[in-house]
Structure formats: structure tokens, C-alpha cells
């Protein structure tokens, strides 16, 4: 059944513009309201948390609850996530397996192992000479940091020998921290 636009015409004129108006005012307003109600709810949840965490420090004031003390220490935690001492010789040799997949040249490098007074973490220090282009040596640390989390890389030191070479020489200094358990 079609509506004429003259039936539509004729009845709006019967209703008036002013009732039509508030009738679309009344419309945004129940619809503004109802995108309010999710907001209420939590305003509603916030203030029975707010209560119950009242009710809990007035029986804490009163000695009727004792406070819960958070024992983990986040030390603790990273001493877990870290490789052991042992598994030293492990991550050196994924930095050499790491450097071939880039065909990066890796020269005989320094090691120092030594131990960090505030954290007593084991700190492996790691100075290696490298030789290679640009984008390998970048796909190389960049490949490191994300497979051995533990190491930090503290110092690259590039250069290339004349401007139109393609391949840089340098050093890169790194720390490779272990737990000492």
C-alpha cells in the first residue's frame, strides 16, 4: 500500500509544525537518555565498590581485619626470567648463529663476567669487532634483542673505510645479564 505524499502533506499540516518539533525534540531526548544508561550502571558498580572498600578500612581502623601485605618482590621475578649462569656459553653461541644467518663477519671478541652489587645478577659483558652491511648488521641486532631478551646492547661503534663501500667495520658492546642459581 503506497502513501500518497499529499496524504503526508495534508496530515502534517493537521498536526502542526510545533507538535511535530516536539515530538522529534522528545525522540533525541530518549535516545540520549538510553546512551546514558551503560554509564549509570557503572557509576552504580563504582559506588558499591567505593562502599565495600569503605566498610573494609573501617574494620582495618578498628582491628577487626588485618592488612594483607603483598609479598613478591619484583627482583625475585626477573631472577626467575633470566638464563641461568650456565646457559651463558648458549646465548654466546646463538649471537655467533645469529651473526652467520645475517652472513655477518664476527672477529674474536672480549668477554668479562662480573657480578652487579645491587642486583647480584651475573652481567656477561660482550665486546665484539663486525664487519658487514649495513641492513645485515641491523637485521643482526635487531633479530638479537628479540630472541635474547636478556642482553642489553650498550654501544655500536660503525665506520666505513671509504664512502662508496658497501660494508661497514665496527665493534658492538652488549651485556648478557644471568641469574646466578
Not at 77 to 102: C, F, G, N, V
Request: proline share 5%; glycine share 6%.
Amino acid at each position: 500500500m503506497r502513501v500518497s505524499s499529499l496524504m503526508v502533506h495534508e496530515h502534517l499540516q493537521r498536526i502542526g509544525w510545533p507538535t511535530l518539533a516536539g515530538a522529534a525534540l522528545v525522540l533525541l531526548g530518549l535516545a540520549y537518555g538510553a546512551s546514558l544508561v551503560p554509564q549509570w550502571q557503572q557509576l552504580q558498580a563504582l559506588r558499591v565498590q567505593t562502599g565495600a572498600a569503605d566498610v573494609q578500612l573501617l574494620q582495618l581502623q578498628r582491628g577487626e581485619r588485618k592488612a594483607v601485605v603483598a609479598q613478591d618482590d619484583p627482583l625475585q621475578d626477573l631472577h626467575k626470567q633470566l638464563p641461568a649462569q650456565p646457559q651463558a656459553t648458549e646465548a654466546i653461541d646463538r649471537i655467533y648463529s645469529l651473526a652467520r644467518s645475517e652472513k655477518i663477519s664476527l672477529a674474536r671478541g672480549e668477554y668479562s663476567l662480573g657480578v652487579d652489587p645491587k642486583t647480584h645478577l651475573a652481567r656477561y659483558q660482550i665486546l665484539l669487532p663486525l664487519r658487514g652491511t649495513y641492513p645485515q648488521i641491523r637485521r643482526f641486532l635487531h633479530a638479537l634483542l628479540g630472541q635474547l631478551p636478556a642482553l642489553v646492547l650498550e654501544d655500536i661503534d660503525l665506520q666505513r673505510k671509504r664512502i662508496g663501500d658497501s660494508e661497514l667495520t665496527g665493534r658492538v658492546r652488549m651485556t648478557l645479564y644471568l641469574s646466578r642459581s
